[in-house]
């Protein structure tokens, strides 16, 4: 396997913060330099030497192995390269995101993609909460590019989001798509409670009514909604459910809301 | 120990002193006539080929009480963006669109501030902006008491209570809120807005007590010639930031009728309506005005392109503002039948035509107020900008080839709509000093500060001369609070810890028989509680001393 | 002589017309006194107690070079507790700086509830006095305006709003509360929705007085009624009141609302607020000030530009309710610290394995599990002077002691520890 790998091997005592590892920073240095990097943690500093095994050649690409959730922030703000995480990600991952692609093989914490911009974030199992949100205290969510979350999300998945797309193949928490902006949300599990509260504007795609809807949404009929179609179709490359519903969708149940906020949104029940 | 500034250009236009080159002598933090031959001095600060001037004061700077604290707790995405790790004898903090006590006491002083005026205290919110002041380490604090929204003042003068009386009540006012002036903002419509009014001209009825803006002015500018409170009646006139409202701010003059009126922010209250767009600059007309009205003084409150905050007293018109906030998230709040407050987020575009016509209007009225003891340097901070743009405003107001520059890259209608272009002045040291230091000591009535003479504080700034203005003031090579230097080349060297500003006019305390029966009848705290001692407010304010300027009855 | 009043310190209404004398079992607490703050002022009245270490009794010194010992072998320390006066606060701060700490306020849970909400959206308020002389309809949330203000009834809502004109003042009740609290003569609208189900209905009022279609029916079947309930109805008529208001309080204590995202429920209220306000004056009362929560977040917000939970790691100070909120620190082991300073109140002590902790308490405190070192203080309005904000924000108001005693007050005993530490390195 190509790029730079670290595979952690020791426990740092507080929660680290990871943002420094990144493709686009790390690119060209020599492992030696790389090993003496010191990561912030909780009024110390931590080499990465101590922390991780140091290995392969500083590319395009980094894979960092064996994580545990103690490590925050990692590929935060990154503009490029091909970050991939093994184990359990930790909070706030690509934070911010400029155009990087990074690939969690296992979970990722609360905050995923919380105000990226651009670039792609996969996880293959589960997000925990505020998924493509924003920072506690901001107007706004994530706001570009392409969050796919292969298992479930927690509560507050696209709080506040602007632009972009979240796909979610598991279930979503309560209060998805909350406050939501605009951008997209596909959705192919179940949607708990108070799905789009306060929404402003956005779309949000269900595969699945929810239990309840909130009376704050008016059912709009049934719709063709020729765009969404579109839309499904084109995201057959992001997997074979994905594809399913693109075929099977014949139109769509369209609820606006939520008339709590300023009542332009959509949540679409395919039937 | 006697202390020597050698050798530097002095400027002290207190006293008359333009660039000339004598020693300064500083003992126990304050500046002494030139000792005897044989006597020791203990240490000399060689100042020659540099400019030495009084510390500077803000008289008008939100630096303290509820509605900044909002703007802070309001706006953390922009701390994030201005954090200021612990370094030397400085604590960690952030500065912002609202920034912290500490970050301001650090960057005023670090700029050659040696004390700064919070304008808007609201007396039910005394102690804590008392509080606030007191964690602004370094400088010198005061602040001006806000009345004329109160429901017992608006009360007293609907009932036709006699000035004797009113002028009790701002008394006691500025003894209970240890305050140093008398602040009136929008006079009546922070009241009306709590009766849902949504304006009120100068001559417009409030919508319960019937009395007029004009009136509340009339008596508080009355009550403060009659009490001989130095500080001319500091007013926010009526429909801030409303096109068309240079009208007002005429008739506001006109309201005091002669006495002493001090017009803060005045760019926000000098827009026309003619052009296309209904909004042009009517700085020309208010200037002659106040050129032609010598008892007017004013302060611009010069806006700066980028990120603010505005904190203020005006719940009224930042109610009718908040659909500009940005981002979009503001706070109003109707304040305990004493005043009111608005907290919008703020983004000066210099592309944007409003907001260039803005910047050239606080230009234009620089330039055209002729007294430089009558204009004062401010940018309202944190509303028009924050107060370390003043190196920059400086630089504006000295060099006219730059000030152009600037304004070529603006909105091209600001150019074409304002008189900015073609105005020549170029502000002089001199009279930079007049206006940040020797003027504003003199309108506050602070005799020990704002100048260099034998007797004042050792608050004094050596500024390294510069071709560019704004390198020069940005970072001076030394500041000396009360004789410490606290501040070398734009770094922290002490914090120590300033002293509060206040003036206690003589009054007739039976007015205090009312004021506890109104307490009783309409307040949620006792008359007793309200008020607060000099002790007190050395706690709240941590201050080593109180310092209480005369008041000089006027008649 | 006239009577000298105290100010109580135990809640946010900090009422300033009690009258405090010692008594045989402890301080009698008389003039406008509730029962909590009888029941307060008599535990403190009776308490003598010496600083322990791990549970036995110490001197003074001994006491305090054991918790400098402790602080100055931590890394990681987290100050919690800070139901404390403005002074407390003031000498925190300072301390945690210097020791790296990561800070939080023992009630931060819900006060993020109005935090998130003025940070994400804003709000418009009010304050007592307005509340008394002005209201003609008020709108209380929960029931802590009873359960948690005592004296709120009486002080703000039982005095004739003098500015209402001739109409009085009506209320209505959201969620289940003791209507007899409020004055009997009253006009009175009772929705009793469960609060629970505060989203919807929020969500459901800043709908309907935006004038938007909302189902009646559906919002009744959402929030658990039936078409036989009258629940409709008096959706309707809350409508119109909140629409006829001259001006209009909306009350709540962010403390009631326990279930997941209420902030998100206080927005929607937020937002219903400001819709009002286009066309009436409506505005939002969020009690609180209980155990000093509004106090220490604005001593904190004013000298650091940030509120709180904040950590001062690594010499800088960052704001994350996510990340620095003391329980998850606490619970994901991360603190080898813990430093508790609380000297209003007398919530528990979080117990954490193997993290040493040091209690500055009030004089009357007891424990399940005893602190490393425990030192007694004053308690501010009680045996000291102090200074908190009132549960509107903008009053902050003087606390006179009521009697003299031997009790150092909490500033000085931080001082005093941080005196003892080592001379800070960075």
């Not at chain 3, 310190?9 to 006194?33: H, I, K, Q, S, W």
Request: net charge neutral; hydrophobic share 45%; with cysteine.
């Amino acid at each position: 396997m190509s790029g730079l790998r670290l595979s952690l091997r020791a426990r740092p005592p507080a929660r680290v913060d990871g943002s420094a590892l990144l493709p686009e920073k790390l690119q060209g240095q020599t492992l030696d330099a790389i090993r003496r990097i010191a990561l912030p943690g909780w009024n110390e500093f931590h080499e990465v030497g101590e922390l991780f095994e140091v290995s392969g050649e500083a590319t395009d690409r980094l894979q960092i192995d064996q994580l545990d959730g103690s490590f925050d922030r990692l590929g935060a703000l990154a503009t490029a390269g091909t970050l991939v995480l093994r184990g359990q990600a930790g909070d706030l991952v690509g934070e911010g995101l400029r155009g990087a692609s990074i690939e969690i093989e296992g979970a990722a914490g609360d905050y995923l993609g919380c105000g990226m911009r651009r670039g792609r974030i996969e996880v293959r199992g589960n997000a925990g909460h505020f998924a493509g949100s924003g920072r506690a205290g901001e107007l706004q969510g994530m706001s570009g590019g392409t969050l796919l979350v292969r298992g479930d999300v927690g509560d507050r998945a696209a709080d506040r989001m602007r632009r972009g797309l979240l796909l979610v193949e598991g279930d979503a928490g309560d209060y998805l798509a909350s406050r939501m902006l605009a951008g997209t949300v596909v959705l192919l599990g179940r949607a708990a409670g108070n799905a789009g509260y306060l929404m402003r504007r956005g779309t949000v795609v269900l595969d699945q009514r929810p239990a309840q809807m909130l009376p704050t949404f008016n059912a709009n009929g049934r719709q063709d909604l020729l765009a969404i179609q579109l839309l499904l179709r084109s995201l057959g490359g992001e997997g074979p459910r994905f594809s399913r519903l693109a075929a099977r969708a014949g139109g769509f149940e369209r609820w606006l809301g939520d008339l709590a906020a300023s009542g332009q949104g959509e949540l679409l029940v395919s039937f | 120990m006697l202390t020597r500034i050698a050798g530097g250009r002095v400027i002290d236009p207190a006293n008359g002193v333009n660039d000339v080159i004598r020693d300064l002598y500083v003992r126990d933090g304050v500046i002494v006539d030139a000792p005897r031959d044989g006597e020791r001095i203990d240490r000399t600060i060689d100042a020659a080929g540099m400019i030495v001037m009084a510390g500077a004061i803000d008289l008008h700077t939100h630096i303290g009480g509820g509605k900044v604290n909002i703007a802070r707790a309001l706006l953390p995405e922009f701390d994030r963006l201005d954090p200021m790790p612990a370094h030397g004898v400085c604590e960690p903090c952030t500065g912002g669109a609202a920034p912290s006590t500490l970050a301001t006491g650090y960057r005023y002083a670090a700029m050659g501030y040696t004390a700064c005026f919070e304008p808007a205290m609201l007396p039910v919110n005394a102690r804590q902006a008392h509080m606030e002041m007191g964690d602004t380490p370094i400088v010198d604090k005061g602040a001006y008491a806000l009345l004329g929204n109160d429901d017992f003042f608006l009360q007293l003068l609907a009932s036709g209570a006699e000035q004797r009386e009113i002028d009790d009540y701002v008394a006691w006012t500025l003894h209970a809120t240890q305050a140093a002036g008398i602040k009136v903002v929008n006079a009546g419509g922070i009241s009306a807005f709590k009766f849902n009014a949504r304006s009120l001209d100068v001559d417009g009825e409030h919508p319960h007590y019937r009395v007029t803006p004009r009136q509340v002015l009339g008596a508080l500018t009355r009550a403060i010639d009659g009490l001989g409170v130095p500080h001319p009646l500091h007013v926010h006139g009526s429909n801030l930031g409303v096109p068309g409202n240079a009208d007002s701010t005429l008739a506001t003059i006109d309201a005091a009728e002669g006495r002493r009126i001090h017009l803060t922010h005045l760019q926000f209250h000098s827009y026309g309506t003619e052009g296309d767009r209904k909004f042009s600059s009517a700085a020309q007309r208010i200037a002659e005005k106040v050129n032609a009205s010598p008892n007017v003084s004013v302060d611009v409150g010069q806006i700066l392109f980028g990120q603010t905050v505005t904190c203020s007293g005006d719940s009224m018109m930042q109610h009718r503002n908040a659909r500009h906030a940005r981002p979009a998230k503001w706070v109003v709040m109707d304040i305990e039948c004493d005043a009111g407050c608005g907290v919008v987020p703020f983004r000066y575009r210099d592309r944007d035509f409003v907001n260039a016509l803005q910047w050239a209007i606080g230009l234009e009225l620089f330039l055209l107020v002729r007294d430089p003891w009558r204009v004062f340097l401010t940018t309202d901070h944190p509303n028009g900008g924050p107060f370390w743009s003043y190196p920059h405003l400086i630089k504006l107001l000295m060099d006219r080839s730059f000030r152009n520059e600037v304004l070529s890259r603006l909105h091209p209608e600001a150019a074409t709509s304002s008189t900015l272009a073609s105005l020549e002045r170029e502000y002089s040291l001199y009279e930079i000093a007049i206006m940040t230091r020797a003027a504003p000591a003199r309108i506050l009535g602070l005799a020990d500060r704002g100048h260099l003479g034998p007797g004042a504080a050792a608050d004094i700034v050596v500024y390294e001369p510069h071709s560019d203005p704004e390198v020069q003031f940005t970072a001076p090579r030394y500041v000396f609070k009360d004789g410490t230097v606290v501040a070398e080349r734009g770094e922290i060297k002490a914090v120590t810890a300033g002293s509060i500003h206040v003036v206690k006019p003589e009054f007739d305390r039976g007015i205090e028989r009312k004021l506890d029966d109104w307490f009783r009848r309409h307040h949620t705290q006792s008359l007793a509680s309200f008020k607060i001692s000099d002790e007190e407010v050395c706690v709240c304010g941590r201050a080593p001393k109180l310092v209480t300027h005369a008041c000089t009855h006027r008649g | 002589m006239p009577p000298s009043f105290a100010t109580c310190p135990f809640c946010g209404l900090l009422c300033d017309d009690l009258v405090v004398t010692p008594g045989p079992a402890g301080l009698l607490a008389a003039g406008g006194a509730c029962e909590r703050a009888r029941v307060e002022f008599s535990a403190l009245g009776a308490a003598s107690p010496s600083p322990r270490v791990r549970g036995r009794a110490a001197g003074l010194d001994e006491a305090l070079d054991e918790a400098a010992r402790l602080l100055g072998a931590a890394r990681r320390p987290a100050i919690g507790g800070l139901d404390v006066d403005v002074g407390a606060m003031r000498a925190i701060l300072p301390l945690a700086q210097r020791l790296g700490a990561v800070i939080d306020h023992s009630g931060s849970f819900a006060k993020y509830r109005n935090l998130h909400v003025v940070q994400e959206s804003g709000l418009i308020t009010t304050t007592f006095a307005e509340v008394r002389n002005r209201a003609d309809v008020v709108v209380l949330v929960g029931d802590g305006w009873t359960k948690r203000f005592p004296r709120f009834v009486e002080r703000m809502l039982v005095p004739a709003p003098v500015f209402a004109g001739d109409g009085g003042r009506r209320f209505v009740l959201l969620n289940p509360a003791d209507r007899s609290a409020l004055p009997a003569d009253a006009e009175c609208l009772e929705l009793a929705v469960p609060m629970a189900e505060l989203p919807v209905l929020a969500g459901t009022l800043a709908a309907l007085a935006a004038g938007r279609p909302v189902s009646l029916d559906r919002a009744v079947t959402a929030l658990g009624g039936s078409a036989s309930d009258g629940l409709a109805e008096r959706l309707a008529r809350c409508v119109d009141w909140l629409r006829e208001a001259r001006y209009g309080v909306l009350v709540w204590s962010a403390a009631d609302l326990e279930f997941p995202h209420a902030e998100l429920a206080v927005q929607a209220l937020a937002r219903m607020l400001r819709v009002l306000n286009e066309k009436t004056r409506f505005a939002g009362l969020p009690l609180a000030g209980v155990d000093g929560d509004l106090t220490a977040n604005a001593v904190q917000t004013w000298r650091a530009g940030l509120p709180l939970p904040a950590s001062y790691a690594n010499g800088t100070v960052d704001f994350d309710p996510h990340r620095h909120a003391l329980p998850g620190r606490l619970a994901r082991g991360e603190c080898d610290l813990l430093l508790w300073v609380s000297n209003l109140g007398t919530k528990p002590v979080p117990v954490v394995d193997g993290v040493p902790t040091i209690v500055l308490g009030r004089a009357d405190r007891t424990f399940d599990a005893a602190p490393d070192v425990y030192l007694p203080v004053a308690t501010p309005g009680v045996d000291a002077p102090g200074h908190l904000l009132r549960g509107d924000k903008v009053i902050t108001l003087f606390l006179k002691p009521v009697r003299s005693g031997s009790l150092p007050t909490a500033a000085a005993m931080i001082e005093a520890l941080a005196a003892r530490l080592e001379p800070a390195t960075c």
